[in-house]
């Protein structure tokens, strides 16, 4: 019997596929029925197989989420909504500011700002401290009370 | 009712109630608050003049600050009652003083003299010798403007605040 059991194919790596094709069914029959053979009596190649089945089972176990049919569009939309440069400003309604904004250009239609040919503050008061100084000087130099 | 019977009868309606006003009050001194500044102030204030005002104006601070109290005080009741007369009046003294100083040094002596002597005059004696035909001859046309002027604002009745 041992001369139909092929050499165990944890030792030797050109065999290890073997067993891992015979795991995930893919291995021709011929070869599988010779590896069958070699596994009832072989009990470190049957160790492996069982670790191996528990992986496939559970592999068929897991049931994949259903994708919705609008995934792409939404996946889309978050990748723009990431790369976009203020998304606070999205996310604002301008709805309430239409009519202020509208007060204002009434404003600024109806009371366009001047320009501003004031003095500066600085300037305006040294002014007035020259003007006062002026006065002084004349009511110095000009004898304007009666006698 | 027309509105010129409107018109007299509102002046009417306030002329009691403008007869009472007190006068204005004299504005608070500019240049006594300024004079309470810190020199740094001081200079930071008037550093917004140009150059040539500049020192002009800190001439004229540098006399009041040497000037003796008493002087001083008197100077600014002066001041004060200058303040309460009307803007026009105001601007015809700033006007004649303007023209004065432009004058050659002999010259503005000599119209300094006559407004004393017109200052001691009475109204009427006052616009007599304005009229003179020696007037005439002593003082140029822009003299003239000046003494004018001068002559006006002591016959004003707002001056009187001015007598100390």
Redesign the interface.
Known sequence: MAEHTPRCPLQSEDHAQLLLSYCSRRLDPAHTAVLQRHIELCAACRTLLESQQLVWDALDAWNNSPISRDFDTRLLQRIHHHRGPARWLSSISWKPALPVAAILALGIIAFPTQPNTAP?P??T??????G???????????????? | MSSAALTLALALATAPYLAAQPRPRPQPSRIEKFRQLSPLQRKKTLDALPPDRRKQAEQRLRELDTMPSAQREALQRRYDAFQNLPERQQDQARRAYREFNALPSDRRDAVHAEMDTLRALPEDDRAARIRSPEHRKRFSARERSILDDFAALLASPSNSDLRF
């Open positions: 500066q600085d300037t008061q040294a002014e007035q401290v020259e006062a100084l002026e006065d002084l000087d004349m009511l110095q130099h000009l004898p304007l009370d009666v006698k």
